[in-house]
C-alpha cells in the first residue's frame, strides 16, 4: 500500500528523477533562482530546503554529507560560505515558488524557484 508515500515521479525512473533533482539543486544553489515547470519545482523545493539545512552547520561531517548528496565537491564552497550563513538566524523557509503561467508549447504550467533574499526577522 502507498500509505504517506506522497512524492511525485515525473514520468521518470529513479535513477533519472535523482539525477534530475541534484542538477536542480545544483543550479538553483550557483545561480538562486531557476525557471522550471511547477511540478518540477514542487519537487525539488523539499530537498533543496534540507540541503541548506545543513549548509547552516559549517564543519567537515556536513559538507561530506552534502557532497555525497549533491554528487560533487564544485557547489560546496558557495553553499557553505554564503548561502549557509545566510540563512543562519531563520528556521526554515528558504526557498519560494512563484508561478508564471503556461508555457506556449505544451501548456505546461511554469514557476520561478528561487532562494529567499530578505533577512528574517522574528517577532519578539
Excluded at 529513479?14 to 545544483?26: D, G, T, W, Y
Amino acid at each position: 500500500m502507498r500509505h504517506r508515500k506522497k512524492r511525485l515521479k515525473l514520468n521518470r525512473l529513479p535513477h533519472q528523477r535523482n539525477a534530475l533533482i541534484v542538477n536542480m539543486m545544483k543550479s538553483l544553489f550557483l545561480h538562486g533562482r531557476i525557471k522550471t515547470t511547477l511540478a518540477k519545482a514542487k519537487l525539488v523545493k523539499p530537498f533543496a530546503e534540507k540541503i541548506i539545512t545543513r549548509a547552516k552547520i559549517n564543519n567537515l561531517h556536513q559538507k561530506r554529507i552534502v557532497a555525497s548528496k549533491l554528487r560533487g565537491w564544485d557547489v560546496i564552497p558557495k553553499l557553505f560560505n554564503e548561502i549557509g550563513p545566510k540563512f543562519a538566524n531563520r528556521p526554515g523557509g528558504y526557498t519560494r515558488i512563484i508561478k508564471l503561467g503556461y508555457r506556449d508549447s505544451d501548456s505546461a504550467e511554469m514557476a520561478i524557484l528561487e532562494l529567499v533574499q530578505e533577512e528574517f526577522k522574528p517577532e519578539e
